[in-house]
Every structure is written in structure tokens, then in C-alpha cells.
């Protein structure tokens, strides 16, 4: 009888105090609240790594959440890791992320596809392929300043800027019981 393989839970964000609560590290976010508060975070393959019995409707799966501290540009490197010590196959790899192109709060989940410009998911692709489950959170865009005075005080944010921003009081508000329903959407 074949051993069932873990399932590896990726959240995408950077490593330190200067990156917590931006908007590109809403995937460690989402791994905070699926892991215990009292979590025991271990340092492995370039990644923070705690194991846990992620609970479904109809059971525990073993799953090992990983938070890469390689930077998110070089994320597959940390991935491609725990994939091979850990023999996980790619159909068993999630990776959660944040995303521009969907309003804050909105989640889509999708197997495949490109990057969309994503320096993570680039990552990852170009070290262990593209077919893996993807959840993408959605951080929204800036909101473009308008009325007669715009075009005065007008700074166009980048989108490096904008998700390297912290979430605001209001956005957290509305972010928080989206990542407190994300177990229900693993299982």
C-alpha cells in the first residue's frame, strides 16, 4: 500500500519585522492563522517550517506549512527544497499568494497557469513546474485620486510599492475572516 504523501502549504511573503502586515506577505498571514498560536516554527531548507494535522470536512491531512525566508523573488528555492527532502509531489503543493488583479478580500483558486507577473510564482514555476494549486488572494490596487485637485497632488503608486505597503486597519479588517476561512477551501 503506497504511503500518502503530506501536503505542502506554501505562503508566499518576505522574511522580517520591515515586511509584516504588507500586503505581499498575506500568504504568511493565511499560514499564521491555518497554524497553531503557539506554533513551533522551525528554520528548514531556507524555509520556516511547522507541521500540523490540517482539519477537513471528512479529515487530518498532514501538512506541512512553509514560509520561505529566501526573499520572495527566489521562493522556488525554498520550495523545490522541501519538495525533495520531504518527497512531496506536485500535486500535492499550494501555494498561497497575493494578487493585484483581485479586488481586497476576494479569493480564486485555479491549478496551472502563468505568473501574471508574480516574482514568486515566477520563482517557483522556473523550479518545480507550473501544475500545483495556487489560492489567490486578492490585495487589491490603489485607488486613483480624483477630483479637481488629482491632478496637482497626483503620485502614481507602483505596484512594488503597493504591496510592499502595510495593509491599513480598515483592510485588515476585512482581510481577517477571509484567511480565518481558508482551511475550509484546502480540504
Known sequence: MDEIKPMLIVGLGNPGTRYERTRHNVGFM???????PDADWRSEHKALVVKIQLKTQNSK?????????????????????????YKIPLENLIVIHDDVDLHLGDVREKVGGGSAGHNGIRSIDASVGNNY??????VGRPEKQEGIFSFFNFRPVSTADWVLG???DDELKKINPVLANLAGMIG
Open 30 to 36: 493565511a499560514l499564521d492563522v491555518l497554524a497553531e
Open 61 to 85: 491531512l498532514k501538512t506541512i506549512l512553509a514560509k520561505p525566508q529566501t526573499f520572495m523573488n527566489l521562493s522556488g528555492q525554498a520550495v523545490q527544497a522541501l519538495m525533495a527532502f
Open 133 to 138: 494549486r495556487r489560492i489567490r488572494l486578492g
Open 166 to 168: 502595510k495593509f491599513s
